[in-house]
């Protein structure tokens, strides 16, 4: 499924408290997304700008693969 980019697109990045690593980064359409709401306390979903999702993917792209290969 293709993603569409527009003004309703909220980029984030998910956390594990417990150990404080990065579980997912991700964007949707924030109709989508539960309105800053977290149903699982344990995750910390930081929003951050296009920019600046960008830039963390393309620094970290290798780890990001990694993780998701896994």
Do not use: P, W
Request: with cysteine; charged share 35%; net charge negative.
């Amino acid at each position: 499924m293709v993603q569409i980019e527009n003004d309703d697109t909220r980029y984030f990045i998910e956390i594990d408290l417990d150990n404080l690593e990065v579980i997912r980064c991700g964007f949707d359409q924030k109709q989508i997304l539960e309105k800053g709401q977290q149903n699982n306390s344990g995750i910390h979903r930081l929003f951050v700008s296009k920019g600046q999702f960008k830039k963390f993917v393309e620094r970290c792209e290798s780890e990001l693969e990694a993780v998701l290969d896994t």
